[in-house]
């Protein structure tokens, strides 16, 4: 029983710390654990990779939040402007609820509503006077956006940190960018007296423009909206950048590892008749084989993933369609 948790929450994940501490812990209690979203751009599909995560977390007995993370969105260098985070919360819960196809609807927490407390912003100051700018910064570093870095960046680590213990969570659940935040939270909690949480961290989906150019939502062409429509799904995925045999980078065999096997279990890829017909494949090592010895082309994953997110994403896509003044309203890069 223990045993079988723990594959569940290890499984595809980049790193964990530590996993001594999570055989402990399984043993001991019913665990907590929370993603954060810094609420700052369109919800897209290299974030469904970390929110799948969270469907293992759940089949473990895991009691799972998702934190919307408003005041962290203005904090990142205004990425989100103060008066437009109201609705960029309501997309982005109803993004978040409608994208992941949930057996069980996660718990959702809104920032604000627990870091405007005394307490916490007391912790604030706790932490502000032992960790030195040049700490904040590097824990921040990967996170936000650095142009001539503003005080609010360095307390965006501290915030981070503390939201795990206001969250009263066990485990951190966030990208591989997060590392260093979370390391950070690991150093920092025990020094203002607090325990020290887990951090699971997700691989990172490539950008779908390959390597060297980042998965951004000011680079066009890099990342899908969970909003787009069919046809952008289709364009987007037939224009990413995967070679034949090498899964260096490839956006579109990553996706399959990442997020489709670990929701499915099980997928059939279709190839034509001449090449073999329908492939069943059953695990991320299989995929990979089967896509480096050219027994499944680019052609044939491009196509899979296609049908696959057009069918996924079609709950949120349509809600948005009939709801397109939301959209509107956020802005451009929401669509
Ligand atoms: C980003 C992009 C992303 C996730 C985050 C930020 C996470 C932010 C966050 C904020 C507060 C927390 C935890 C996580 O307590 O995909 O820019």
């Known amino acids: ?42 919800l897209h599909i290299g974030h469904l990779v970390s929110l799948s ?13 998702i934190l919307l993370a ?11 402007k103060w008066e437009d985070l109201d609705i960029r919360l309501e997309y982005t819960k109803k993004a978040t609820e409608l994208a992941v196809g949930w057996e069980k609807m996660p718990e959702f927490a809104r920032g604000r509503d627990f870091q405007l407390t005394r307490d916490y912003e007391m912790d604030i100051f706790k932490l502000a006077t032992i960790t030195k700018v040049k700490e904040g910064l590097h ?13 609010s960046e360095v307390i965006y680590p501290i915030m981070q ?22 390391m950070y939270a690991r150093e920092y909690l025990p020094k203002i007296g607090y325990r020290r949480r887990m951090e699971l961290m997700m691989p990172l989906l490539p950008s779908l423009k390959g390597p060297g150019v980042k998965m951004s939502s000011s680079i066009p062409g890099t990342k899908i909206p969970v909003t787009a429509s069919e046809e952008t ?12 045999k090498s899964l260096e980078g490839n956006p579109i065999v990553s996706l399959i590892d990442l997020y489709v096997l670990p929701n499915e279990g099980t997928i059939k890829i279709d190839r034509e008749e001449k090449f073999g017909g329908t492939i069943e494949i059953k695990s991320p090592e299989e995929m990979d084989r089967l896509y480096t010895e050219g027994s499944v ?8 993933v296609s049908s696959y997110l057009i069918r996924k994403l079609k709950p949120v896509r349509e809600y948005f369609e009939s709801n397109s003044d939301m959209l509107d309203k956020l802005g451009p890069e929401f669509r």
């Open 233 to 244: 799904i289709r364009k987007l995925i037939n224009s990413a950048y995967c070679p034949e």
């Open 1 to 42: 029983m223990r045993e079988e948790k723990e594959e569940l929450i290890l499984r595809n994940t980049k790193e964990f710390f530590t996993k001594e501490e999570l055989k402990e812990a399984l043993d001991r209690r019913n665990l907590r654990a929370y993603l954060g979203r810094a609420i700052t751009g369109p």
């Open 297 to 304: 082309h680019p052609k044939d994953v491009k196509e899979y």
């Open 70 to 80: 408003d005041i962290h969105a203005a904090l990142d260098d205004l990425k989100a």
């Open 139 to 151: 824990a921040a570093s990967e996170v936000t956006r650095m142009s001539d870095p503003k005080v």
């Open 53 to 65: 995560k969270l469907k293992d977390l759940q089949k473990a007995d895991i009691h799972v939040i």
């Open 161 to 182: 940190a503390l939201d795990e213990e206001y969250l009263n969570v066990d485990i951190q659940v966030g990208g591989l960018d997060q590392r260093h935040i979370l």
